[in-house]
Antibody, heavy 116, light 108 residues
Framework: QVQLVESGGGLVKPGGSLRLSCATSGFTFSDYYMTWIRQAPGKGLEWLAYISNSGNTIYYADSVKGRFTISRDDSKNSMYLQMNSLRVEDTAVYYC?????????WGHGTLVTVSS | SYVLAQPPSVSLAPGTTARFTCGGDNIGTKSVHWYQQKPGQAPVLVIYYDTDRPSGIPERFSGSNSGNTATLTISRVEAGDEADYYCQVWDSSSEHVVFGGGTKLTVL
């Protein structure tokens, strides 16, 4: 079955960096667009970034453009989110999701806490 | 940027029909997807491309989209339907995914 597992979250100081990973299985990863979405505590869903199946097309939300970088490694069936210049307001659960007519499959999420 | 408006909350008795609205400028020209999120869990896709149900989603869930409003309908609401419900579109003008703010369903 389709599985997505995020990792790499944790506690980081403002201005710091983290790299999130999304390991997938159960489907042909290279066929699918993938995305990162986050949810701050008690808040709604916020889309962050989108990467095409080829990796050639990438989109970012304005809130993270220039600070976050999405990438993928089809040989490892994995997607990544490099997060730099982190701010307190980046504190959230970060989800990876697979596109396929809506986001059909989601990981369980990884918590990122930005605090001094 | 494109904005999707959802009422913050809906409260209903079991067995009644829940309707969640998602308002956006000419949203009828876009494809709308709906997600259910229960506390502590990842969201689950319940309706895609306005009206389609993924496998495993009960027939009680249905969707429509026209004009400036998309609607998710849950017939015969059950206690297990208590959750937050989010609408989502792709805005081609801004090349952004857009989520509505979500509606919390409370089953009385």
């Amino acid at each position: 079955q389709v599985q997505l597992v995020e990792s790499g979250g944790g506690l980081v100081k403002p201005g710091g960096s983290l790299r999130l990973s999304c390991a997938t299985s159960g489907f042909t990863f290279s066929d699918y667009y993938m995305t990162w979405i986050r949810q701050a505590p008690g808040k709604g869903l916020e889309w962050l970034a989108y990467i095409s199946n080829s990796g050639n097309t990438i989109y970012y939300a304005d809130s993270v453009k220039g600070r976050f970088t999405i990438s993928r490694d089809d040989s490892k069936n994995s997607m990544y989110l490099q997060m730099n210049s982190l701010r307190v307001e980046d504190t959230a659960v970060y989800y990876c999701a697979r596109d396929g007519g809506g986001f059909t499959h989601w990981g369980h999420g990884t918590l990122v806490t930005v605090s001094s | 940027s494109y904005v999707l408006a959802q009422p913050p909350s809906v409260s209903l008795a079991p067995g009644t029909t829940a309707r969640f609205t998602c308002g956006g400028d000419n949203i009828g020209t876009k494809s709308v997807h709906w997600y259910q999120q229960k506390p502590g869990q990842a969201p689950v896709l319940v309706i895609y491309y306005d009206t389609d149900r993924p496998s495993g989603i009960p027939e009680r869930f249905s969707g429509s989209n026209s004009g400036n409003t998309a609607t998710l309908t849950i017939s015969r609401v059950e206690a297990g339907d208590e959750a937050d419900y989010y609408c989502q579109v792709w805005d081609s003008s801004s090349e952004h995914v857009v989520f509505g703010g979500g509606t919390k369903l409370t089953v009385l």
